[in-house]
């Protein structure tokens, strides 16, 4: 009796045994195919999408160093200054405060830097700093700048940031006002001067942020947080309301109004629109990141007197946020130019040169470019009155795609009521291409499904089961 009971356990426990080999081997199957299916395409993202990211920061070929031409400093007005990276800055968080800042006529506005030197802007736009941190003080004296503005840098927390954040905590110690705009409050945070505070950032990195610097009061869903001293802004365009906002505290709503309609932002004094809390990866974005691999180039013909927030209006519409293109600031002869307010700019490349290369030539502002042989003709984008990013939004939907400018508009925070997007619904191309490197995966993935089939005894015909040669089993037919 103990021996059949023996021999019955022992019968079990090599059926379970058998049981779990038989599902491991399964799981393995399962595994390896999705392996096959997602390698490809993985592997394209792994590659494409860093390299996409990472060029908004890349710094220009080595030039001279034009000098800078900032206004002379008036005694009796406040200061205001822009602070730059020693790694670039978000080309819209540095630019469209300044322009706010200097339309009203009322502040001394400069953008300063630890050092002189180029200073690359997403989307591939170099600018000259006015100032360094040195010139500054010499022009203010004992006083400290009215108000520092703090954009999105792409170092924050890193060693290389150590002379700016050390600047702001002396700056601040010093009684000036700090606005952050989009991930700018995260280098306020890695400098502590947001310790036990409420502050808001871009809907992207609140989570990040919210692991990284715990001792903050993270805030959703508002454009921005006015905690007195420091003012911090969500996403990008949310920072001309902070700014906006700035200006009301220091120099009255009638400026502020003139100065919102100056940039034609029609959102001023109306209820600002809840900024998204979804932090979800857009398809659109991975499609585009991951799998256009050849987009298109476009030249931004840089001109005497445009706006600065034109300028960051292409530089970050194609060149930054779509993912859709790689944009290269140009010029006729490649010479340095100046905005409208007295910021210095150096093209990467010579126009006449670069022509040939172009996919497109945009023309931001009114500034007259003539067409190079060989090159395609000028657009100009902002032939139609209204606020820049609008119309560039509208150019993406147009010659890209509606889902592509959706998204851009979404990680911009710029508001698309009243703003008609015509054009393709989707990236095809690109889709095409993800697709393609589907189709070898799914092929081997299948292979290594009826190998496993095959190894279970298994073969599935429609209504049909097999049996290997020599196997006999209940219920299975020859």
């Keep these: 009796m103990r021996t059949a009971l023996s021999r019955t356990a022992l019968s079990r426990t090599a059926l379970s045994r058998t049981a779990l080999s038989r599902t491991a ?30 060029a908004q920061y890349a710094p220009g070929p080595d030039r001279p160093v034009p000098a800078a031409a900032p206004a002379a400093h008036d005694p009796t007005r406040p200061t205001a200054v822009v602070v730059l990276g020693e790694h670039g800055a978000i080309v819209s968080d540095a630019l469209a405060p300044y322009e706010i800042l200097a339309a009203t006529g009322r502040f001394n506005v400069y953008t300063v830097a630890a050092r002189h030197r180029l200073v690359p802007l997403t989307g591939g736009l170099d600018l000259v700093p006015d100032l360094t941190f040195d010139e500054l003080a010499a022009r203010l004296g004992t006083a400290a700048p009215d108000l520092v503005v703090v954009p999105a840098l792409p170092d924050v927390g890193e060693p290389s940031t ?68 420091i003012v911090t802004t969500a996403g990008i365009l949310s920072g001309i309301d902070g700014t906006l906002h700035v200006v009301e505290r220091l120099a009255g709503p009638s400026v ?29 974005a991975i499609v585009n990141a991951g799998y256009r691999w050849d987009p298109p180039s476009i030249g931004v013909a840089l001109t005497d007197g445009v706006g600065e927030i034109e300028l960051a209006s292409v530089f970050d519409v194609h060149g930054g946020h779509s993912l859709a293109a790689r944009t290269l600031a140009v010029s006729a002869g490649g010479a340095p130019v100046h905005s409208r307010h007295g910021l210095t700019f150096l093209p990467r490349a010579d126009l006449a040169s670069a022509a040939p290369r172009l996919d497109r030539l945009l023309v931001p502002g009114a500034g007259a470019v003539t067409q190079v042989p060989g090159g395609p003709a000028p657009e100009h984008v902002h032939d ?72 279970r005894g298994t073969r599935v015909v429609p209504g049909i089961r097999w049996r ?11």
């Design 25 to 54: 081997r399964l799981l393995a199957a399962v595994l390896g195919a999705l392996v096959a299916v997602l390698l490809l395409p993985g592997a394209s993202a792994a590659v494409f999408a860093p390299a996409t990211f990472a």
């Design 468 to 478: 290997r040669a020599g196997q006999a089993r209940p219920g299975w037919s020859a």
């Design 256 to 284: 502020a109004a003139g100065a919102a309609a100056a940039i034609r932002w029609r959102h001023y004094l109306a209820d600002p629109p809840v900024v998204t809390d979804d932090a979800a990866p857009d398809p659109v």
């Design 384 to 455: 139609e009155p209204g606020f820049a990013y609008d119309a560039a939004v509208r150019d993406v939907a147009r010659t890209v795609d509606v889902a592509t400018a959706r998204w851009t508009a979404k990680v911009l925070e710029l508001p698309t009521d009243g703003i008609e997007l015509d054009g393709p619904a989707w990236p095809w191309g690109p889709t095409a291409t993800l697709l393609a490197l589907f189709l070898p995966g799914l092929v081997v993935a299948v292979a290594l499904a009826v190998r496993q089939l095959r190894r």
């Design 162 to 229: 150590a002379p700016l954040t050390t600047w702001l905590r002396a700056q601040y110690d010093r009684g000036s006002l700090l606005l952050s705009v989009c991930n700018g409050s995260g280098v306020l945070a890695s400098a502590g001067l947001l310790d036990g505070r409420p502050a808001t950032a871009h809907w992207l990195r609140l989570a990040t942020f919210e692991s990284r610097y715990p001792q903050v009061d993270w805030v959703h869903g508002r454009r921005f947080v006015d905690d007195g001293d």
